[in-house]
């Protein structure tokens, strides 16, 4: 009974996440191998202004708008591509913006796995 219940709740909580989880690698892949992805980082004003993903738009997650601000400035025939720093905030971004019917992809190790991931192709250099 225990494994049917198990295996019930995990089936629940896939079928509710209507967005892709990307490594490091893969998000640099979308980003490079589709023109029209809209890249949004989800963090706060002070973390976006400390340093970002080249072409990011900013729209904080933790704003009270956030789903208004998204929907106004994205367009929903194209991917969008959220990040956040650590990649809890982006899971919730994704969620709220594939309910609104965007296509989503969020990176897995938000902005701290993006830019170690950088370094570390640099230093295999």
């Known amino acids: 009974m225990l494994i049917l219940c ?5 089936f629940c909580c896939a079928q509710k996440r209507q967005f892709e989880t990307c490594s490091p690698s893969e998000f640099e892949k979308l980003l490079k191998g589709n023109p029209d992805v809209q890249l949004v980082d989800v963090r706060r004003p002070d973390e976006y202004a400390a340093g970002h993903i080249a072409h990011a738009v900013l729209i904080n997650v933790q704003d009270s708008g956030f789903v208004a601000k998204a929907v106004a400035l994205l367009d929903r025939s194209k991917p969008v591509a959220v990040y956040c720093r650590s990649g809890k905030r982006s899971r ?34």
């Open 6 to 10: 198990s295996a019930l709740s995990f």
């Open 92 to 125: 919730e971004a994704a969620g709220l913006l594939s309910k609104e019917g965007f296509k989503v992809h969020e990176l897995s190790d938000g902005y701290n796995g993006w830019v170690a991931y950088q370094a570390s192709k640099h230093e295999g250099k």
